[in-house]
């Protein structure tokens, strides 16, 4: 089993629309989660932490379920500009394990 | 500040040649890594440095070296370069674990091809 699983995508939605990721992880003592974004061909940047109650910022959604091992990440009313990669990352100690991410296209 | 910078931004090296992947950050980050992605898949661990004079390994070590002389620089070395490095690489650093901080920040990348 992968330490950090993501489903690759693509994800294909219409603007406007509401997407939802998930991402399971295999090791329990994991300590932080974190979603990044990663543009075609660009470095991946941090595009929010991930707490058990949950934590929102701005359209963004994220969400810890520490029993079932998953986090999620969901996008309100999704902008053109949101088509990216999405990585799940997962911390233990001080190394961070990506998932292979999740490609979503947004489309007019 | 310019953040992590890595240069060169591409490159083609022959089998067996050597190079080196230059890394500088001016943040004042103890801790530096080096990644490697593959197309299609997550970022890699190659190595990483908790601070100036001390490095480990992570997941990918085989084929590569690195050394730590300041906390600015962290060069990955490649010797006998062979076609299963190709790859991107990033480098990465972040401030220490007791900062509470666990933010990444990542340099723009590597591509390396190896023929």
């Known amino acids: 089993r992968k330490e950090v699983e993501q489903d690759p995508g693509p994800f294909n939605v219409p603007e406007g629309a509401t997407v939802a990721f998930n991402c399971t992880y295999s090791n329990s003592a994991s300590q932080s989660f974190f979603w990044y974004r990663q543009d075609c061909r660009k470095e991946p940047k941090l595009l929010m932490s991930v707490y058990s109650s949950g934590n929102e910022d701005g359209r963004f959604t994220a969400q810890l379920n520490r029993a079932s091992q998953y986090i999620s990440l969901l996008i309100r009313d999704s902008k053109l500009s949101d088509s990216a990669t999405y990585l799940c990352?997962?911390?233990?100690?001080?190394?961070?394990?990506f998932g292979t991410g999740t490609r979503l296209q947004v489309t007019l | 500040n310019a953040g992590v910078t890595q240069t060169p931004k591409f490159r083609i090296l022959k089998i067996g040649q050597s190079m080196t992947l230059q890394c500088t950050q001016d943040m004042n980050h103890n801790y530096m890594y080096w990644y490697r992605q593959d197309p299609g898949m997550g970022l890699k661990l190659i190595y990483y440095?908790?601070?100036?004079?001390?490095?480990d390994k992570g997941e990918v070590p085989n084929g590569y070296n690195v050394s730590r002389s300041t906390t600015e620089d962290f060069p990955l070395r490649l010797e006998l370069a062979a076609p299963s490095q190709t790859s991107v690489y990033f480098c990465a650093s972040s401030y220490s674990l007791a900062s509470g901080s666990y933010e990444q920040y990542f340099g723009p990348g590597t591509r390396l091809t190896v023929t």
């Open positions: 440095s908790v601070g100036a004079g001390i490095t």
């Open positions: 990352v997962v911390r233990s100690e001080s190394k961070l394990t």
